[in-house]
């Protein structure tokens, strides 16, 4: 777990990251709409103090439509990356890597923070925004989503691709695409939020077509040096297979791992680096939350693919994070509530382990350790 990880020609100090976590706290009108400020410096800075590998910024929109609130972070404009860029030099400069989460909400857009009710704004709030899907299908009690045209496709690509480029002149060294937890992508992923019958929809290969053209968008712009990842939700816990010897169906009526780790290798095809292994955000479900519950996932991937993959969900001990990747489980852990609540946690974890980090402890607190 603190070992060294390279992937193209990044080298990540050890192998415990922070993973993206929306913070809703920019300024939602004005000339500052999506923009960083000093909560989000002090949060994403704190932790890199902390000794985390790699810390990636909240899902950050690429468009204004994109965002899931109106506090969200944007990279959809000069003055949105430039502020993100004095944030990743504070970060480089405690020996942590930076990377950036781009993002489309899609029909999850346009709600409040969860400590305001996290549910859709009013059509007349003046915040509010019409959001698009795959198709015109809410998610639960959210407002019915506009279903995407061809033209709003070709947009979100762009979007992507933009938001990339932005983000490459801001510093950042890893790009992480968010195909998760029921947002755009994801959408488009799922039959259970996806109802087209045209290219984007329909079959796996349908289905998975916008994914696949963000990603090539993104690495079109990103250097060959630097990864590119991808969040994937490994499933929608509806129809996972009952036997996991059974033959693999990747038209089943909702998104499942064995479509996730058909598309995992079809990603490794298209330049994507890493899947940060997750699941569920997209219908309403059962999830049998336990520690490590999203481990297996990650292993399918590790297992039967030839994509490294991260896990996430419920790793909160140093001994469990060390197996996970000791044991191939992983190929790393990213750590999100853990982190909020203790910013220093991989240097704890490392003196638990008996581990010497690098980098070492900043001066200023060496008389904690």
Request: net charge negative.
């Amino acid at each position: 777990m603190f070992e060294p990880l390279t992937l193209r020609e990044l080298t990540f100090p050890n192998r415990v990251w922070m993973a993206p976590m929306c913070q809703y706290s920019a300024d939602e009108t004005g000339e500052n709409v999506g923009v960083a400020g000093d909560w989000h410096r002090t949060h994403l800075v704190s932790r890199a103090i902390g000794g985390a590998g790699l810390i990636i910024t909240e899902a950050t929109a690429v468009s204004p439509e994109g965002r899931i609130s109106p506090s969200d972070l944007g990279i959809w404009n000069d003055t949105q990356a430039d502020a993100l860029a004095e944030i990743v030099t504070e970060i480089s400069s405690f020996g942590t890597v930076p990377g950036i989460q781009l993002a489309h909400a899609g029909r999850k857009g346009s709600t409040a923070a969860p400590w305001l009710g996290g549910t859709s704004l009013p059509a007349e709030d003046p915040r509010s925004w019409e959001t698009v899907g795959p198709s015109a299908v809410p998610f639960g009690r959210y407002a019915t989503p506009r279903e995407a045209t061809a033209d709003d496709i070709a947009k979100i690509v762009d979007d992507f691709r933009n938001a990339a480029q932005r983000a490459l002149k801001a510093g950042f060294q890893v790009a992480e695409i968010h195909g998760a937890h029921g947002y755009l992508l994801h959408q488009f992923l799922s039959p259970a939020s996806n109802t087209r019958t045209d290219a984007y929809g329909g079959d796996f290969a349908g289905r998975t077509r916008l994914l696949i053209e963000v990603v090539d968008a993104v690495r079109e712009v990103w250097p060959a040096e630097l990864p590119v990842f991808v969040r994937l939700s490994a499933t929608d816990w509806l129809d996972e297979p009952e036997k996991s010897d059974a033959a693999a169906d990747l038209e089943a009526p909702s998104w499942t791992s064995d479509q996730t780790v058909a598309l995992a290798q079809i990603l490794t095809e298209h330049g994507v680096d890493l899947v940060d292994t997750s699941t569920g955000g997209n219908v309403r479900a059962e999830i049998p939350v336990e520690p490590g519950y999203q481990v297996p996932f990650a292993r399918r991937i590790q297992n039967e693919t030839t994509m490294p993959a991260a896990a996430v969900g419920m790793i909160t001990e140093p001994k469990q994070a060390e197996d996970i990747v000791s044991l191939g489980e992983a190929t790393a852990v990213l750590l999100a509530r853990e982190l909020l609540r203790d910013p220093y946690w991989p240097r704890r974890a490392a003196r638990e382990l008996g581990v010497e980090m690098t980098p070492a402890v900043a001066p200023q607190y060496e008389r904690a350790y």
